[in-house]
């Protein structure tokens, strides 16, 4: 296996003792087929085991390791270290979050939004188990199929340039899954999750930069999710001016 | 305590080429009021009369006029195609299990502009 050497130029900031980040470089050796994730990784176990981030699968499934890597939101699992050779990689935490120490961001603010969407199955009329379960034909799946892909990484945040000027906007990811449920046919909960998608910082804060979608490791289309919502979310207006709501 | 790192409110858009195309493409928006204004102008002098409407016909002849309907009538047709071009993100069209390209949605749009701009200009009198 042949070998790449690069410089990973990694963030640092540990709470207790910076007043601000600062970066530290560490030249690695890695193998050709290494994930800049190994690359940390190696760093960790090899040279400097207090380096804070978070990863768990490897295989872009747990979205853990989104970070910026040459300014670009990334799973660290997913970007080779060739991509790199010979160069420097710098690697920070993702934007638009506060940071924790190093790697780590606070995602609480995500989480909480995330809960105001409510991204669940929603019955108004809850049936009993015996009259079975609630069918769905592969058309009806496909409507909304691509958004159950998101893995929470939050890469579509970091690259939001309006969650970076607007931290009140709920944001690329967790509107997704309010579009996700509302297109399910099992769901009838989108009159719930209307008071949050339709105030200004729901869909409407979203200026399509389509940023969310480029950078997006599962090619969930967070940016397309949002205009759908849009135009949902208008017709939803008009019915409710001329007294039909939906579901 | 967690660091929060500072985004400049002023220049966010220069931090990355894609921003700055974004920010481009919104500022064209300015160019389809300008133009609104304009047809609003048109309209009001039609109302007024054929001395104003002279007037308003004048008023477009002028050479800064010519310049300012040229580069809108560029940057509207940037405007048009970058929006069309996001068409099937924002309506995508599903039959049975299948989404229908992205290509044949945005290229109806451009059908669309093609026959009502075909359409005005037989009403208009041009052909």
């Known amino acids: 296996m042949s070998e790449t050497k690069l410089k990973l130029e990694i963030l640092r900031y540990d709470p207790e003792k910076d007043q601000e980040p600062h970066f530290q470089t560490y030249p690695v050796t890695c193998q050709d087929d290494w994930m800049v994730l190994d690359a940390i990784n190696y760093v960790k176990d090899h040279v400097d085991p207090t380096i804070s981030y978070r990863w768990s699968c490897h295989m872009a499934v747990c979205g853990s390791c989104g970070m910026m890597i040459d300014g670009e939101p990334k799973l660290a699992c997913k970007t080779p270290v060739r991509d790199y050779a010979n160069q420097t990689a710098r690697i920070e935490p993702l934007a638009n979050f506060p940071i924790e120490r190093d790697l780590v961001v606070d995602m609480s ?26 069918r769905q034909s592969p058309a009806e799946l496909m409507k909304y199929r691509q958004f159950t892909l998101c893995i929470n990484c939050l890469c579509c945040y970091a690259a939001c340039p309006q969650y970076a000027l607007i931290p009140e906007f709920i944001g690329p990811a967790a ?21 949050v998608v339709a105030m200004p ?22 940016a397309g999710a949002l205009q759908q919502l849009k135009i949902a979310t208008t017709i939803q207006w008009y019915k409710g001016l001329i007294g039909m709501g939906g579901k | 305590m967690a660091y929060v ?4 409110k002023t220049t966010w858009y220069l931090a990355k080429r894609s921003y700055t195309v974004h920010m481009l493409q919104e500022l064209t928006s300015l160019f389809v009021g300008i133009l609104a204004l304009i047809l609003l ?12 409407y002279r007037g308003f016909l004048d008023g477009l002849a002028g050479p800064g006029m010519i310049v300012l309907l040229w580069v809108t009538t560029v940057v509207m047709f940037y405007h048009a195609i970058a929006w069309f071009s996001v068409t099937p993100k924002a309506m995508p069209v599903q039959r049975g299990e299948v989404f229908v390209p992205g290509s044949i949605i945005a290229g109806a749009h451009y059908v669309i502009w093609f026959v009502l701009s075909l359409a005005i200009l037989l009403l208009a009198g041009v052909f």
């Open chain 1, 109 to 134: 603010d995500f989480m909480g939004k995330l809960k105001r969407v409510k991204p669940y199955i929603i019955r108004k009329d809850e049936r009993a188990i015996e009259e079975g379960e609630h």
């Open chain 1, 175 to 195: 509107l997704t899954m309010a579009h996700r449920y509302n297109q399910d046919s099992r769901d009838q909960g989108l009159a719930e999750r209307q008071d």
């Open chain 1, 201 to 222: 910082e729901g869909v409407w804060d979203c200026s399509f930069a389509g940023e969310c979608s480029e950078v997006c490791p599962k090619h969930v289309d967070p």
């Open chain 2, 5 to 8: 790192r500072p985004v400049s």
């Open chain 2, 41 to 52: 102008w048109g309209i009001s002098a039609v109302a007024r009369g054929p001395e104003v």
